[in-house]
């Protein structure tokens, strides 16, 4: 196939300034869609006047901001950012309205950027900075007290400035690329694989080797001093070495989904130091079969056992320290990490076809199309948060609320079907583009294609085998998957357009007899 210029494109000529400002129709189009976020985000904001928070976990990022924690039950970068933002003001509105913005510049740079290297179509460009300023998913992201709004927008910095160091590398890119890598890898588990892809990149990147070898380095370099010092408090704490007792309560909170599936005649003995959990746990699920009556146990793939305080796990932990007055909550909590891991390995490789069938595959299905879980109504539907938070914020009482009737948020009930819907077009686009040679082409578009490719996997990979799918979890990749797929869908377009114009009349005047006679 011989390669054509428009398909394969060319670095701009211009900066990325003069892309931005000099050209009348980019600086309109981004003027609207400044407007239109600010028009959004006061509309949105009378109609939810205050903040939103997720009962259990808001309350402790407000901890960690308070107490300035080193550790906590979730990671402490968000709440460090709590608490520099008081710094400056107590207004939730205020921070609701700069996660907000973090989340647009984040999607917008990220949009420009891509128009800037790829030059997709206008048709695309429309849908797109349609998906990006009309997006409900990023104001109530926003409106929470979590950090997944938080880490959503800096997720979108840090994937940009890949597309940067691939396409226009430099230092100074390098420098920022690695300030928001270790600023994201504080605030969520997720951003684990973030490292992996960036080796991946500057392995690809056009860097001088000593670049490349010291840009990799010293990010890895900081999230490696961050995971030591973390795993060196628990040391501290508990006198355990681990940089994550979170991961041990889910390894045996998706064990247990599994194991509850697997007939008491069928179990087989557990190693003695297991036989007391395992004892709690069996009969725990030997006395909850009728589904009608413990409704927590129709659900599939989900987080209960792991956060439920009458539910084994916390049982069994409560049990060990019934006699201990001094140890904290924390450090009962961190404690069971090393634990709860090695049982949850275990029960995984004595039963792997029921961990497969009653884990894996309903997660699958909760990846595909993940549930709106705490998004889908204001406030836990509370209309009353603690005083701590009343505190923190400077409320005038503890009463929070809302204009509309009721406190559900049907608006986003079509998120789940359209990660699905982007999920099937980013496989199907992956693969015409793998049919039609673009990975063989050198094409700018295909290192973007590369890239965004590997995020969606590996982010598929994580939450499917280690995590729980929500819509909140994966704003990131469905942010990532809808923009590409359209991407490439148009790159296709534009292939088969090429492709028909390069035929002989001859040839076209055949195809229009055989459509006729089809």
Known sequence: ?????????????????????????????????????????????????????????????????????????????YGRFLRLFSVFTKSDTALVACQYLMIQSGALGLLFSLYYFYKPGRWVQI????FVVLNPLFLHMANMISSDGFFLSLSLFWFTFLLWIIHRPGIQLVVWHTVFLVIVFTVRYNALIYPIITVFVFLISKLSLRVRIAGTGVALLFCSLFILYTAGKYKALTGIWQYSPFSGWQMANNAMYAYRYVDHSQRKPVPKRFKILDNMICTYFDSTRDVKKHPQEAEMAGTVYMWTPWLPLYKY?????????????????????????????????????????????????????????????????????????????????????????????V????????????????????????????????????????????????NAAFTILASSAALRFQAFPIVITSIFSLLLIDWICKMGIIEREKRTPAEKKESTIGMQIG
Do not use: C, H
């Open 411 to 458: 608006v986003l009930d079509f998120f789940p079907i359209w990660s699905g819907v982007i999920n099937a077009m980013m496989l199907f686009g992956i693969l015409g583009f793998a049919i039609l040679r673009g990975f063989r082409m050198k094409v700018l578009f295909r290192k973007g294609v590369i890239i965004a490719g590997i995020v969606w996997l590996l």
């Open 317 to 409: 932990r409560d049990e060990l320290f019934k006699n201990d007055t001094t140890s904290t909550e924390l450090e009962k909590w961190a404690s069971m990490g090393p634990f709860y891991r090695a049982y949850g390995i275990y029960i995984v490789k004595t039963y792997p076809y029921y961990y497969a069938r009653y884990f894996l595959m309903p997660n699958v299905s909760k990846y595909y199309a993940p549930p709106v879980e705490f998004l889908a109504v204001y406030n836990g539907g509370y209309d009353r948060v603690t005083p701590q938070a009343q505190q923190w914020f400077g409320y005038k009482s503890e009463e929070v609320k809302t204009r509309f009737k009721n406190p559900w948020v």
């Open 127 to 130: 849908v797109l900075q349609g």
């Open 1 to 77: 196939m011989k390669e054509d210029k428009t398909i394969l494109g060319t670095l701009p000529r211009e900066t990325f300034k003069e892309f931005l400002f000099q050209d009348r129709k980019n600086k309109v189009t981004l003027w609207i869609a400044v407007t239109a976020i600010i028009i959004q985000f006061v509309l949105f904001k009378y109609f939810y006047p205050f903040a939103s928070f997720i009962y259990g976990d808001s309350f402790v990022y407000l901890d960690i901001a308070r107490e300035n924690l080193d550790i906590q039950t979730y990671m402490v970068g």
